[in-house]
């Protein structure tokens, strides 16, 4: 299958990825699910009789994580984050400054490789939740922000005294303000079905649905049927004709039913098949709605039907974090279709890896540690009855991850050679109309100076999209800072007056 990444499916990396992102392309990925350490202040390790053995991450945060560079590149590509990184420092202190400038600039990657029709669900517990809620909302549009999905991960909690803290967080933003619904449906509340499925025939158990919906009706929605009058109550008749109902009707009972299009002829096509209650005391009629239809409710942002990975599940790891297939599995199958690609840039023991091999995704996992790639495998052998051979390489023909160590090359970057970059200033000039695109001033070509957005100082690069035309005093202010900083001296010397 091919995808726009320059990254085949299947691979993992094994690196810090940061590094490994950066190598990645534009715009590619379809699902990102990231479950980063969490600012705990623990170090986790796996027992050495698991097959995480070695397995061993620190999750303690300093001022040193807030490395200079990082601050700088998030100021100058986004000022929003830094600014939410300068009110948590005050609001919070050092170490959780140094936790959020490591997470930004691995977001701000992350941003660029998902695609704009892609989803993103960011992992994470109260320890920094809220700070992350405020990074993403500037990084992936608050208009984007579709669930903060509450997980129930585990049950008891030891310290009586206090409120457990039982519950993850997994903030979910897409463009799309859809998931796939009929792919995760889950088993009806029992509590539900108790208190409404409490009627029952030859047929099954089944509930009573209102067969009529408000205002009065004009037409025939508003005449008398079997003798009952809906515009008394001030409602019309209202028999179902879209819909999951509709459609399991048509199927089991009545051919055709969806294509009836009076009201009344509807009311009488059910009551020939015996789907309209009619209660003893000549009440107004209602619709059967029988559970065997009832294709399962979608789950609320509140999980609370996936249980942690137990002492003895068969997909346990000894991966001190690891998270249920069961989790992964649901996140994948909402927000991603086969064949899409799916990202786990901190993969841990592959969860996501694993998940989404299973429903036919394409995936690429992330993890700092070298054990992820062992895991893998086991897990592939394990899971998916994948028979490696290390020895001839056999078993390997259909289904062969690469671990890989190094970052890839973007393909999707035209680096411009030195002579090209001659050619590149005309171009500018005329898609800039021959404007200095900070004064906004007309001005010939020759004054004008080639000016990268992102410094090459701070990694920015010789190429198309991080250069523009600047005149000299223009080009003098901006030095090494962001495009916002020009402005707003320039606003300040009223040479920009808006
Ligand atoms: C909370 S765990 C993820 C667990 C995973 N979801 C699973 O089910 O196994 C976080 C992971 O991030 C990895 N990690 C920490 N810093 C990293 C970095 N800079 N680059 C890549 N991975 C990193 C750790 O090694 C750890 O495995
Ligand atoms: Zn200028």
Redesign the pocket.
Known sequence: MANACNVPSRTIFT????DILRGINSECVDLIYL????NSNRTYAAPLDSEARG?E?DDVWTLDDMKEEWLDEIEIRMPALFHLINGAKLAHGESMAGYLTFMSVRLLELHRVLKSTGSIYL?CDDTAAHYLKSIMDALFGWRNYRAGIIWKRTSAHNDSRRFGRVQDYILFYSRRGMINADDIRIPLDPEYVEQFYRYEDARGVYRLSDLTAPRIGTGETGRLWRGHDPNKSGRQWNAPLRGHYAAWIEENFIPGYREIVSPLARLDALDDVELIYHPPNNGMPALKRYLESNPGQVPTALWIDISPVGPHARERTG?K???PLALLERIIAASSNPGDLVL?????????CIAAEKLGRQWIG????PQ?AEVLRDRARRELQIPLDDGDGSGWEDWTPFILTEPTRRTDLTLLHPLDIKSEKDLLYRSQMGRCIGCEYELPLHVLTIDHIVPRSRGGLDAVGNLQLLCHTCNAIKGNRTMEYLRTELRRREILTD
Do not use: S
Not at 366 to 369: R, S, Y
């Open positions: 690196g810090d990825n940061l479950d980063p350490p969490f397995a991450f992992h991966w974090t690891q998270k786990d840039p901190f993969c841990g023991c592959a969860t996501a992330i993890d700092i540690l992820a």
